[in-house]
């Protein structure tokens, strides 16, 4: 009885949860302008898509929003697992500090974060576009990766590196031998994640994209909102995002499951 | 040369281009932003702070209060909604827990505003008015997540023998649930509060998508006011909106870990 209530409480607020997206993803097959009204079942918006037909504005947004992404999630998987390790070997109270700055882009709205990082550039002068974007999803991204690596530093046996530089290593040889076979899992994932926020975010890229016409695939839909109708093309264009990441996470959580099994 | 290589191979200098990084685009931008806020003209001056708290036309206030309003009615409906989902996950005898945690944290990889769509799409599809209401659904629809995941990692970590020692010492089962599992489970609690609470305030556009422009809250009002160039009064609201973050962090953060 007791399981019933609660499997019944969970699935029927996964239906609700869920509501709106089955919505975009039943609507995606039909041409209909509006989102709502069904035109018969088609797959013209998915070749409208890929044939590049949906609009040149919205092509160059999709292309920007991956360039972004890759860039900085690679800028940021690197520096933030080097920053792990730094932090892993700084004293106590260097690394409660480190641990303190860490949090700061987490707890701040993404609002505060956009808005300061776009007054950094106006009281510097400086131009705004791709490089104001990438920068601020870098600086955004790298604590999720820090703290991603973080948990298989502690696991990791302090004294192999020592060994290894005893043995002779360089540091560099050490780290590349070493250190990253062991990180290899965590900076995976930091890597996914920074790659899902770059991809998510909206309000620091409104903030930091500057008035040159650079979008993403966020400030596109936000634009296109504010002028009233959505382009009918960001149906399967959203579809496609959501199952690539549902596949994403299911192999990420199958591969941590599977070592989690190994563990044990 | 030889100290700049000693230097390198100390591991702790790698954080370095992290820290630098982290200082130009984190640190300093939230002093500019404190920089902007006591600016009026070229004169250090409260003037902004003053429009905000004294002017005759106080609209700006207001819908800050109304703000605080929509997001502890959004924090109280997520903590009534979540909290029993994220007990019966944390439940021993639930078989498939990480799926279903995965399947509620999932929609929030999806962007902010094509879930406000979705949402503004169901509503259409069930006739139903958008407004104040569809806005509080909108918000717990976007923010639930937020909460269920904390609550739960602090339920599943509960060691199951303080309810079985509860049992055995008379207690019925409500007073097992109130007595000693929710206490326990409160830090989870404020955390989870913290994650839908401050995002409520602050997020933009979802207000007005749900509302079709009638309901603005404060995010909008400090995005509007960056838009149309006011950038101290701005950096002002956005100066309040981080220090309200910073004393309810310090208040949140004192049960967690």
């Excluded at chain 1, 990253?180 to 926020?197: H, N, R, V, Y």
């Excluded at chain 2, 990889?109 to 509080?136: C, P, S």
Aim: aromatic letters at 12%; hydrophobic letters at 55%.
């Amino acid at each position: 009885m007791k399981k019933l209530i609660a499997n019944g409480y969970l699935w029927a607020l996964m239906l609700i949860m869920y509501s709106p997206i089955f919505i975009i993803l039943i609507f995606s097959f039909t041409d209909a302008k509006a989102l709502g009204s069904w035109h018969g079942f088609t797959i013209d918006l998915y070749a409208n898509l890929f044939k590049g037909e949906a609009g040149p504005s919205l092509n160059s947004a999709i292309l920007t929003t991956f360039i972004v992404a890759f860039v900085s999630a690679i800028l940021s998987t690197v520096l933030g697992s080097l920053a792990a390790i730094g932090i892993y070997n700084m004293r106590p109270a260097q690394r409660r500090m480190m641990n303190f700055v860490n949090q700061i882009p987490m707890i701040n709205p993404d609002i505060i974060t956009g808005i300061s990082i776009f007054l950094l550039f106006v009281a510097l002068g400086l131009p705004r576009g791709y490089v104001s974007v990438t920068c601020a999803h870098v600086a955004f991204c790298m604590p999720y990766v820090v703290l991603s690596v973080m948990p298989r530093l502690m696991k990791m046996n302090p004294n192999l590196y020592e060994a290894a530089i005893d043995l002779g290593a360089t540091p560099f040889i050490a780290l590349r031998k070493v250190i990253f076979p062991e990180l290899k899992p965590g900076m995976l994932s930091g890597f996914i994640l920074a790659l899902t926020l770059s991809i998510d975010d909206f309000a620091v890229t409104l903030f930091t994209k500057g008035s040159d016409g650079i979008n993403t695939i966020s400030t596109f839909i936000y634009n296109d909102a504010r002028k009233g109708g959505l382009t009918p093309e960001l149906r399967p264009l959203f579809s496609i995002i959501f199952i690539t990441i549902l596949v994403l996470l299911i192999i990420l959580n199958l591969r941590t499951a599977k070592q989690t099994a190994n563990k044990k | 040369m030889n100290k700049i290589i000693d230097f390198i191979g100390q591991r702790k200098s790698w954080a370095i281009p992290y820290a630098i990084v982290m200082l130009i685009f984190i640190i300093a931008p939230l002093f500019i932003v404190a920089w902007y806020a006591f600016q009026d003209g070229d004169a250090t001056s409260l003037h902004q702070f003053e429009k905000f708290f004294n002017s005759d036309d106080s609209t700006d206030f207001n819908t800050f209060i109304y703000s605080i309003g929509i997001a502890m009615i959004t924090t109280i409906v997520c903590i009534l909604v979540g909290y029993p989902a994220a007990y019966f996950m944390a439940d021993k005898q639930f078989k498939t827990p990480q799926v279903m945690v995965l399947l509620f944290i999932l929609p929030m990889w999806i962007n902010l505003l094509l879930r406000t769509l979705a949402t503004v799409a169901l509503f259409d599809f069930l006739h139903l008015d958008l407004g104040e209401e569809a806005l509080i659904f909108g918000m717990v629809y976007n923010f639930l997540p937020f909460m269920i995941y904390p609550i739960y990692n602090t339920l599943q970590k509960m060691d199951p023998s303080l309810n079985e020692a509860a049992r055995d010492l008379g207690a019925t089962p409500a007073q097992v649930f109130w007595k000693v599992i929710l206490p326990l489970s409160m830090p989870g609690v404020y955390s989870g509060i913290l994650m839908v609470f401050m995002p409520t305030i602050s997020t933009f556009a979802v207000s007005e998508l749900l509302t079709m422009n009638n309901i603005k809250l404060f995010g909008t009002v400090i995005q509007d006011n960056m838009n149309t160039g006011l950038l101290n009064y701005g950096s002002a609201l956005s100066l309040i909106l981080l220090i309200i973050i910073g004393i309810s962090s310090l208040f949140g953060g004192k049960d967690d870990k």
